[in-house]
Structure formats: structure tokens, C-alpha cells
């Protein structure tokens, strides 16, 4: 696989879970990276673990909010004024939200997830395009779920955003491919991070651990997927081998998306 040398990378919700394993991914093969963040604890400590485990690359850490627009601009502004261009971008920060049917969905968690999942994808790609058309080269690696594929019981909210990702994956291929701009989504099934866990204690209070274990016996590989796996298809995607691939959201589910019946 390509290397990353020279090449600078900004990755939001980078602190953990998938951003976090894309940024260790990333720092192996030599990139700059630019980490984006609201929590700012988490992103220090993140920082320092790469920094130390990768003293050789250039690192960049912004504390923003990817749901509001000026902190967008804010991290754009800022990884040009460091490094001058921006080859890749990962947008990647996202929550899931309450588990609730669709009529007693609380509005305000709803409204939340749209503002982060949806609106914060979309400040991302409107700040980051016009730096990459000028450029004439990026690749763009947008953030859906097999909840973008599907829909999850009790997740109207997140079922709706992640669709939405998929959707503007789709038209900004459409409109900036002609840029040497290849926008493609991944779409991980039930990989272990704090989101997955949190979400197993809400399925099942009592017993997350039986929660987790349900999960797991309906994927065909029985088990759940590692940040790690979702990695690497990530810095496929990044790197200049995908120069073809463009619009498309590849599911790293370990083939749940493509039951139909039970297993
Ligand atoms: N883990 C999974 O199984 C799974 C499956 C499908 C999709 N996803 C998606 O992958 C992405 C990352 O999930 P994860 O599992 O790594 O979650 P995580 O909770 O482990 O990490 C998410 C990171 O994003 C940050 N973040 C959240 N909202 C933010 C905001 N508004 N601004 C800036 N940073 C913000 C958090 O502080 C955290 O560091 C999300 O978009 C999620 O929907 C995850």
C-alpha cells in the first residue's frame, strides 16, 4: 500500500475509536495528520500517544466542534496555515444518540445527531472541497454505518443521518471528480469502540454483555469488528491507489449487510 509521506491528512473524532486507529494507521505509513476534537482531554492524551509512538511525523491537533460551522472553517484555516494543503480527509466524528421507536424519539437528541452526523459532514466537505479543487487532487473518506444501509430498530435518528452520508458521498463525487477528488464512504458494522459499548449498555442494561453477544451471533464472521480493520480499507481509500473509486460506501461489516434471513 502507498505511502504517506508528505501527504496531510485531517481526521475528525480522532481522539478514539475508529479516528484514533486511522490516525496510528495513517502515522505508520508517514503522513502529517491534523486531529479534530471536541473533547479536549482525550485529544491531548491522543496526541501524546502518537507523538511518542510516531516522533517523526508532523502532527496538528484542533479542538472543534464538527456541528458548528465556524469551528469547521476554524480546522480548515488552520491545517493550511500549517501544511499548506490538505490531501485526505477522514470525517469521521459522529455519536448514535438514545435508543427510541420513531414517534417518542426525544427531539432534542434528534436534533443532535442531525447537527453532528449530517450538518458536521457537510460543513467538513464545504470547507475542505474548495481547498482540494484548487489543488486538483484529494480523497475524501466520509463516515456512513451499516445504518446507512439499513435501518437499525429504535435508531431513527442515526438511520437517517447515515443514509444522509451516503447520500452526499454520491453527489459530491458527482460534482468533483473532475478535480482529481475521489469522495467514498465506508460503512463499518458493529465495531468495538466506547460508541459500540455505550450502545449495548443501553440495548441491555442488565446484561450488555448478552447484548454483545446477540450481536455477534447474527454476523457472519461472529465476531465484532476491530477500529483497526476499518483502518486500513480507510487509508485504501485515502491514498492515491483509489484514483478510480469514487461515490462508493463499502461496507466493513464482516458481511452483515448482506443477509437476508437469519443465519
Ligand atoms: N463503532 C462502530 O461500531 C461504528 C459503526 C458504524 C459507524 N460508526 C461511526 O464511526 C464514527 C466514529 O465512531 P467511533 O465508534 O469511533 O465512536 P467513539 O465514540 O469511540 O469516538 C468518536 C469520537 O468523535 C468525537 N466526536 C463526537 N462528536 C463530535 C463533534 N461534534 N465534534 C468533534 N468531535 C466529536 C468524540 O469525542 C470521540 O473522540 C462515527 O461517525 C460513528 O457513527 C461507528
Known amino acids: 500500500m502507498s505511502n504517506f509521506q508528505g501527504k496531510t491528512i485531517i481526521i475528525t473524532g480522532a481522539a478514539m475509536g475508529l479516528g484514533l486507529a486511522t490516525a496510528k494507521e495513517l502515522a505508520t ?28 511525523i508532523r502532527l496538528l491537533t484542533v479542538m472543534a466542534d464538527v456541528s458548528e460551522e465556524a469551528a469547521v472553517q476554524h480546522y480548515v484555516d488552520e491545517t493550511v496555515k500549517a501544511f499548506g494543503r490538505i490531501d485526505g480527509f477522514y470525517n469521521n466524528a459522529g455519536i448514535d444518540g438514545t435508543q427510541a421507536s420513531v414517534v417518542d424519539y426525544d427531539l432534542a437528541i434528534f436534533k443532535k445527531i442531525i447537527d453532528i452526523n449530517l450538518m458536521g459532514v457537510y460543513y467538513g466537505l464545504r470547507h475542505v472541497l474548495p481547498v482540494m479543487q484548487q489543488q486538483q487532487y484529494g480523497r475524501i473518506v466520509n ?4 445504518a446507512g444501509l439499513r435501518a437499525v430498530v ?13 447520500g452526499m458521498t454520491k453527489s459530491t463525487a458527482l460534482e468533483y471528480g473532475r478535480y482529481g477528488i475521489m469522495t467514498n464512504a465506508v460503512a463499518p458494522g458493529a465495531i468495538l469502540t466506547h460508541l459500540t459499548s455505550e ?27 476491530l477500529p483497526e480493520e ?18 462508493q460506501t ?12 437469519n443465519i
Open 250 to 261: 463499502i461496507a466493513v461489516d464482516g458481511g452483515e449487510s448482506s443477509i437476508y434471513g
Open 199 to 225: 450502545g449495548f449498555k443501553q440495548l441491555n442494561p442488565a446484561d450488555p454483555e448478552k447484548a454483545q453477544a446477540d450481536f455477534t451471533r447474527n454476523n457472519p464472521t461472529k465476531r465484532l469488528g
Open 143 to 146: 463516515v456512513a454505518s451499516v
Open 154 to 166: 429504535n435508531y431513527t435518528p442515526y438511520v437517517a443521518s447515515k443514509h444522509a452520508v451516503v
Open 230 to 247: 476499518v483502518a486500513k480499507v480507510v487509508c485504501f481509500l485515502l491514498s492515491d491507489e483509489a484514483s478510480y473509486v469514487n461515490g
Open 29 to 56: 505509513k508517514g503522513a502529517n495528520l491534523v486531529l479534530v476534537d471536541y473533547n479536549q482531554e482525550s485529544l491531548t492524551k491522543a496526541e501524546q500517544e502518537i507523538a511518542t509512538q510516531f516522533p517523526a
